[in-house]
């Protein structure tokens, strides 16, 4: 890796200086003019720009046909499809217009390439076009910034209706822990000072807290199909972000402030296992793992899909590997494990 570096460095010098002399024998004013362009050469650089044009948009066509498998399947919570079609016509707009302005652009570059005798025309200005090229850009982004105001007051709209499952998510370096607010759905208090290693109050709750009893604190988060859930966000060190991708959310953890994102799971773990989307890409890894366990390499027992929650803020060096899974199942199978689970009052009298 060094080796090639400082070959990257030597190869960069070289440049520099190669076109450090070039601009030292411009500067020098002489008789020879064989470094001015001619018509060849803008013929040429003229060619060039069609040629750039092709290679950009190679590339995105190229990017897309091999790339687009690694998007996210379809949405997995009731806001998501709204957000996802928001992102596909705002996807869909900026590739137009980009795609028809720098076809112009690199044309008109072509088109009036320099050529001897020929005299650029001095064009003052013309007011209906500059109308017609303000207006619509102006009505297409306030339709997309309202109609992106919409979609985000809706999401972000953190209520109790409709008896929300209210779940706190606890971000540290460089784990998850998510705490069940119990039979009565309210979190006890909680404070970083008062955490207790010793006696395993990993969350800092306030024992004397009647809401505190019936909590439960667990590092895999179940959430029963079709119920909303109110998240609350918390963080012990640094700034974190819990990042749900398959249900298009997101919320940074802030030390020292308790901050919301609430969604609704439509989709079970099950159900999402069986998504086209998924099925391939679970065969696609499962291809490259089985190759790797040919040869005995580590990683490679088969693997299972599974939602996922994410830190989606660089936070330290293990902030790569700060994952929790996320397990969406039917209220039956919820309620079962809910009860599996033991509650913080019990933990903290077994641990008197
Ligand atoms: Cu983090």
């Known amino acids: 890796m060094t080796t090639i570096l400082t070959l990257a460095v030597l190869i960069l010098v070289a440049i520099a200086i190669w076109q450090m002399t070039k601009i030292f024998e411009f500067s020098q004013l002489s008789a020879q ?20 044009l092709i290679f950009i948009y190679g590339i995105t066509i190229f990017s897309f046909w091999k790339y687009g498998k690694m ?29 028809l302005t720098q076809t ?50 809706t999401i972000m709209d953190v209520n109790d209706d409709d008896d929300p499952l209210i779940v706190e998510l606890y ?32 969350l800092g709750l306030d024992e004397a807290d009647s809401y505190a009893a019936d909590d439960v604190i667990v590092k895999e988060l179940h959430l029963p199909v079709g119920r909303k859930v109110n998240f609350k966000m918390r963080s012990q060190d640094v700034l974190h972000s819990a990042f749900m991708p398959h249900f298009r959310a997101q919320m940074n953890c802030v ?40 040869k005995g390499e580590p990683n490679s027992d088969p693997w299972e899909f599974d939602y996922i929650l994410l830190c989606n803020k660089i936070c330290g060096k293990s902030h790569y590997n700060m994952q929790m899974k996320i397990i969406v199942e039917t209220q039956e199978e919820y309620e079962e494990w809910i009860k599996s689970q033991q509650t913080f009052g019990k933990t903290m009298a077994s641990a008197q």
């Open 71 to 99: 998007l996210l399947p379809e949405a997995a919570s009731e806001h998501g499809a709204d957000y996802d079609k928001l992102e596909l016509v705002s996807y869909i707009i900026i590739f137009t217009v980009q795609a």
């Open 255 to 294: 030390p020292g402030m308790i901050t919301e994102f609430s969604f609704t799971p439509n989709k079970t773990t099950e159900e999402m296992r069986l998504n086209a989307d998924v099925v391939d890409k679970v065969e696609r890894i499962n291809k490259i793992r089985s190759e790797k366990a040919a």
């Open 171 to 202: 971000a540290q370096q460089f784990n998850w822990t998510a705490r069940y607010a119990g039979d009565d759905n309210v979190l006890g208090m909680a404070n970083v000072r008062m955490i207790d290693i010793d006696k395993a109050n990993v």
């Open 104 to 153: 112009l652009l690199h044309y008109f570059g072509f088109k009036y390439r320099g050529e001897k005798g020929k005299k650029a025309l001095f064009y003052a200005d013309n007011d209906r076009l500059e109308f017609i090229w303000t207006i619509i850009p102006v009505i297409t982004l306030a339709g997309l910034i309202l109609w992106g105001l919409y979609t985000w007051t």
């Open 33 to 52: 003019t064989s470094e001015v362009a001619n018509d060849e050469d803008n013929k040429y650089n003229g060619y060039l720009l069609f040629a750039f």
